[in-house]
């Protein structure tokens, strides 16, 4: 993230910790305020972004 704020300082980002959210609730806020997810999460993260696609794919 340092990185980020170095090439953009006025980058708007948030993490998810600082929100309070996981799993699908972190997809569906994301689609709700217009944004996008970065994560190293390749356990977990893709089975709940299919999972949301399945569930509301009027919103892609």
């Known amino acids: 993230m340092r990185g980020l704020f170095l090439c ?3 980058l708007d980002l948030l993490r998810i ?3 309070g959210l996981q799993e699908v609730a972190i997809l569906n806020w994301a689609a ?3 944004r996008i997810i970065l994560t190293h ?3 977990t ?3 709940f972004a299919y999972e949301r696609l399945l569930i509301c794919p ?3």
């Open 8 to 10: 953009q300082p006025n």
């Open 17 to 19: 910790q600082d929100v």
């Open 32 to 34: 709700a305020s217009d």
């Open 41 to 43: 999460d390749c356990a």
């Open 45 to 47: 993260m893709p089975d």
């Open 58 to 60: 009027h919103e892609i």
